[in-house]
């Protein structure tokens, strides 16, 4: 009996050992992995803004009667200067009481000073969305010299994104090949199908800035990327140069 229980285990496991065998013979797949990538420089034909209006006074009413007539002075000038207002967004408001209080006094004598602030603070941000680029600089001078204070963001970006991406992949799967025929070419191999391909991509875009709310306001979104600067044509001072869109490929490709 003792000898038929050590033969049954052994008898068990030995239709498992051709398989093992076999499968440790098997040759792994001949693959050869690169990466494209690719960049394209095109002008911003959209440039959004976003701006700021900050008012203080002893009492919350004045502050914010003053918030908002600068506000609207602000508005009226992007209507006069053809800014639609469909492309115009007021997307952050805030009204913060500030309090002193004596480093010296005791908890209870900081708390009761808390009923009466010192000053209202009213802000507001807008947010801009401009079709024309020529207009830039006239825009932004034009709002600070009525009522703007702050300028909290400015994105250049191209409203044919899609096209230019597809052109950008285009161009970093070409690279990807050549870069793959270089290697199986090199080692007298040649390219074979493709087993994986990724992608991915950036750009579109160039921001800086931001906003009192923490964020960019519903009319900027996305991140930032490389665009131009410096000083522009005719004595301009500002400039919307260029922005990068770029594409990648990861692919692997078999070897014949």
């Known amino acids: 009996m003792k000898i038929a229980s050590l033969l049954l285990p052994i008898l068990l496991a030995s239709p498992l050992l ?15 992995s690169v990466s494209g990538s690719a960049e394209i420089k095109v002008a911003p034909d959209e440039i959004l803004l976003n701006v700021g209006v900050e008012t203080r006074n002893l009492e919350l009413a004045p502050a914010k009667r003053l918030n908002d007539e600068r506000v609207a002075a602000a508005l009226a000038f992007l209507a006069r200067n053809g800014v639609p207002s469909k492309d115009v967004q007021t997307d952050f408001i805030s009204i913060e009481p500030q309090y002193e209080y004596d480093d010296n006094s005791s908890r209870a004598a900081q708390e009761r000073s808390r009923v009466v602030p010192v000053v209202y603070i009213v802000r ?4 801009i969305r401009l ?22 963001g400015i994105e250049f970006r191209t409203s044919q994104l899609r096209k230019h991406r597809d052109a950008a992949r285009a161009l970093a799967v070409q690279a990807a090949k050549e870069k793959a025929d270089a290697l199986t070419t090199g080692l007298g191999a040649r390219r074979g199908p493709v087993q994986s391909v990724s992608e991915s991509y950036s750009g579109g875009w160039w921001r800086s800035g931001a906003t009192w709310g923490g964020g960019r306001g519903q009319m900027m979104q996305n991140v930032s990327q490389n665009g131009g600067g410096g000083e522009g044509a005719d004595g301009a001072t500002l400039s919307v140069g260029q922005i990068s869109v770029t594409a990648s490929v990861d692919v692997s490709f078999a070897i014949e």
């Open 18 to 32: 051709p398989a093992a065998a076999q499968a440790a013979s098997v040759t792994p797949a001949r693959t050869v």
């Open 124 to 127: 507001k941000s807008i947010g």
């Open 131 to 152: 079709t024309r680029t020529d207009n830039f600089e006239t825009i932004l001078a034009g709002l600070l010299d009525n009522g703007v204070q702050h300028i909290h």
